[in-house]
């Protein structure tokens, strides 16, 4: 027998509010979106390229790197788990030594652990609060934070290539 309007408004939608994560989708589109141009941003990137510095105090890409692998592998993955520490991030990620291609196959893994993630995350459990050097916060901002990092920083290492080409090409 066909539902009739009324029976579908009742029981169409056989996904309770618990489980809904519509806003969980959209975050890992946009998350697709990121990673795709980092993507774009490290390919054919030499070694040469990644320890090059326009002034001695600038940070390298290597540097830059290692600092959004730790985000897209450790920090993000941690709020999608809930085991964040409420007294801040306790990962050593770039305290250690990582080759390039590590680093680059890290952030690769971080967007599926991400997707993956998301899928698994409930648009209840995004606006669950939880609490960061001593601030409370809730999920989906700290996502959305360390989601603009990424793209902050991949900007960082498409100026650093266009500088070093220039400078190169001279
Ligand atoms: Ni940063």
Redesign the pocket.
């Known amino acids: 027998m066909v539902a009739t309007t009324e029976e579908n408004t009742i029981y169409g939608n056989d996904t309770p509010q618990s489980t809904m994560n519509t806003q969980a989708q959209i975050l890992k589109q946009h998350s697709y979106y990121i990673f795709e141009r980092i993507e774009g941003t490290v390919k054919d990137l030499s070694e040469d390229e990644a320890t090059w510095k326009p002034c001695q105090d600038s940070n390298d890409i290597r540097w830059i790197l290692t ?1 959004m692998a730790r ?1 897209g592998r450790i920090l993000i993955p941690q709020i999608l788990e809930g085991t964040v520490k409420p007294g801040g991030w306790d990962d050593d990620y770039e305290r250690q030594p990582h080759a390039l291609n590590e680093l680059i196959e890290d952030l690769s893994k971080a967007h599926e652990i991400i997707s993956e993630g998301l899928d698994e995350t409930s648009d209840a459990e995004l606006g669950k609060s939880l609490t960061l050097w001593g601030r409370e916060i809730d999920c989906k901002s700290l996502l959305f934070h360390l989601l603009a ?1 990424l793209i ?2 991949n900007g960082q290492i498409a100026m650093l290539r266009g500088t070093y080409k220039r400078c190169k090409d001279k």
Request: overall charge negative.
């Open positions: 600092h985000i990092e902050h920083h």
